[in-house]
Structures are given as structure tokens and as C-alpha cells.
């Protein structure tokens, strides 16, 4: 498994998904916050083999 790819994946498939009643990334501020990532904070996470996962809840 390429697990980049997946990611890679994972982002268009948030990109693509709208839910009523709720805004996306792209609604803010001119699509500055958009990415070809699951989401802003993951831009900076470049290896998918880490020991360590933190993951956020807003």
C-alpha cells in the first residue's frame, strides 16, 4: 500500500463531500486554506511512517 496515495485519496474525497448545513475548507477566505492534503494541519506531516500520530478534534 502506497500510503500517499491513499492520503492523496482520502483529501479529494474531502474535497468532494459536502454535508448540508456545514462549510468546507474552500468556503473560507478564497479557497486560501484548500489543499491536496486530509487537512491543513497534515500539509506539514511528510512521513506517513512516523512513530508518532497526532491527531486534532475541533
Same mark, same amino acid.
Given at each position: =500500500?502506497?500510503?500517499?496515495?491513499?492520503?492523496?485519496?482520502?483529501?479529494?474525497?474531502?474535497?468532494?463531500? %459536502?454535508?448540508?448545513?456545514?462549510? &468546507?475548507? &474552500?468556503?473560507?477566505?478564497? %479557497?486560501?486554506?484548500? &489543499?491536496?492534503?486530509?487537512?491543513?494541519?497534515?500539509?506539514?506531516?511528510?512521513?506517513?511512517?512516523?512513530?508518532?500520530?497526532? =491527531?486534532?478534534?475541533?
Amino acid at each position: =500500500m502506497n500510503k500517499k496515495a491513499e492520503l492523496k485519496k482520502l483529501a479529494i474525497k474531502r474535497q468532494n463531500t %459536502r454535508w448540508t448545513g456545514y462549510t &468546507c475548507i &474552500c468556503d473560507y477566505h478564497d %479557497r486560501a486554506y484548500e &489543499c491536496d492534503f486530509v487537512s491543513p494541519y497534515t500539509r506539514t506531516a511528510g512521513n506517513v511512517d512516523s512513530k508518532i500520530f497526532v =491527531m486534532l478534534q475541533d
